[in-house]
């Protein structure tokens, strides 16, 4: 983050010490705006596997089964409340989000029906709450703000586990230079928790996390009239992983991941993460590494920048690529892009296979079903914009539909 942007954080988060009345005080969503759009995202099974939850926008949470009956709203019934990227507890029994306040975001605990909901996070020290995670057995959730954070679901034992700094090397403000036009003050580089989710290793002993590294060279440059101007110049940004004990202990930088542009994925055994990488090139390739930063190797090539999803039993990785959705074998990099989903929509009363894009996904419990959300959108025609198919790409069912005005019903 630039000193400016820090400037204007600390100045807003003065408005995020009051209680949690949401949003309804302040009418304002994320980034002091009212979110538009109705794309849906995030969607995430139970551990029964007989749900999906799911957010619309910036301002609700979704609930639908997982034969696509019975969708209910559980957060967002007041049109001033913003909220959205919802984490199901291990138990099933309780729902971790993110609600704003006056544009803050701030961590927020509920039942899974959306009762006895209550804020973890309230603005104090400038913690702010982004992309909260459930802790494997449950009892911590780690999230992101002004560094990385964890805290106990009743919101008490908020701890730092790692927390964002800069460091100001070389330079020396000498006004008696007289022969050059650039004169350099020294470098300060930023250190940032990117807002991307943490993720838990298995055990819940570390967290992967991503940060970003940002170096702004300090200078006075004299200008036509040689008055000398004091400015920065942007010198380089990285995106680089990190993992840390959960108590903060232990770091490792792994300098040789440039240009992370998803987050981390621990693998079911907990021997490999997953990642998407950007090369200088630009080209996005998705790679695994042991958690000590041996063995990295380049799994898929030329991806999107979403967060790689392992299967239930860690075999295959779900990455969507430029030729669709690809299931990675990790073992030898064998690769199939699903094909021949028989998802329908009705228009002008002919059945019609509904060409699929889609952008995020996950697989179920048991690692049987991938669920997909699709940006496809049709205004004329009521369109599937949540849906599940086979592990092979079959049996498409539509689970959730989006008529021509944004609004979402279930499809059975």
Same mark, same amino acid.
């Given at each position: ?13 003065? @408005? *995020? ?26 969607? +995430?099974?139970?551990? #029964? ?11 609700? =949470? ?47 605990? $509920? ?16 913690? @702010? ?28 034992? @908020? ?14 403000? #000498? ?9 350099? %003050? ?10 991307? !989710? !943490?993720?838990? $290793? ?22 036509? *009239? ?8 942007? +010198? ?24 992370? =542009?998803?987050? !981390? ?10 990642? *998407? ?8 390739? =998705? ?23 392992? $299967?239930?039993?860690? $075999?295959? /990785? ?25 998802? %329908? ?11 699929? @894009?889609?952008? =995020?996904?996950?697989?179920? !419990? ?41 609004? /979402?019903?279930? *499809?059975?």
């Amino acid at each position: 983050m630039t000193r400016f942007g820090r400037i204007i954080t600390i100045l807003g988060l003065a @408005l *995020a010490t009051m209680p949690l009345i949401a949003a309804v005080e302040c009418g304002c969503g994320p980034a002091g705006n009212n979110p538009g759009g109705n794309s849906i995202h995030a969607p +995430q099974w139970s551990p #029964d596997g007989t749900s999906i939850v799911f957010s619309q926008s910036h301002y609700r =949470i979704y609930k639908v089964d997982s034969d696509g009956s019975n969708l209910r709203l559980i957060h967002g019934k007041n049109n001033d409340e913003y909220v959205n990227l919802p984490s199901i507890s291990p138990d099933g029994s309780r729902l971790a989000y993110v609600q704003y306040e006056c544009g803050l975001p701030a961590v927020a605990v $509920s039942k899974l029906d959306g009762s006895r909901r209550h804020r973890l996070t309230d603005g104090e020290d400038y913690i @702010l709450g982004h992309h909260p995670t459930w802790s494997p057995d449950g009892s911590r959730i780690a999230f992101t703000g002004s560094g990385l954070y964890t805290v106990d679901p009743d919101g008490a034992d @908020l701890h730092a586990v790692w927390k964002s700094f800069e460091t100001h090397s070389g330079g020396t403000e #000498d006004y008696s230079w007289k022969s050059s036009k650039t004169k350099s %003050l020294g470098t300060t580089v930023y250190r940032n928790v990117a807002e991307r !989710p !943490p993720a838990w $290793s298995p055990d819940g002993r570390r967290i992967a996390f991503v940060v970003q590294e940002e170096a702004h060279e300090e200078v006075y440059r004299y200008n036509e *009239a040689y008055v000398a101007k004091r400015h920065k110049e942007w +010198q380089w940004r990285n995106y680089v992983l990190h993992v840390v004990a959960s108590d903060g202990s232990a770091e490792i930088r792994f300098g040789h991941t440039r240009e992370v =542009i998803s987050s !981390p994925a621990w693998s079911p055994d907990g021997r490999k993460i997953a990642f *998407a990488q950007e090369d200088d090139d630009g080209v996005v390739g =998705i790679y695994t590494m042991n958690p000590d930063g041996s063995d990295l190797r380049e799994v898929f090539s030329h991806a999107w920048s979403d967060t790689p999803v392992w $299967s239930p039993d860690g $075999s295959e /990785l779900l990455v969507w690529g430029r030729n669709g959705m690809n299931v990675i074998r990790v073992a030898d990099g064998a690769r199939r892009v699903l094909h021949g989903m028989d998802v %329908l929509m009705f228009s002008k009363g002919v059945l019609q296979p509904l060409p699929w @894009l889609g952008d =995020i996904a996950s697989w179920s !419990p048991d690692g049987s079903r991938i669920a997909i959300i699709s940006s496809k959108y049709d205004h004329n025609v009521d369109t599937p914009k949540l849906f599940t198919v086979a592990r092979d790409g079959s049996d498409g069912r539509a689970l959730v539909m989006q008529d021509r005005e944004g609004n /979402l019903r279930a *499809a059975q």
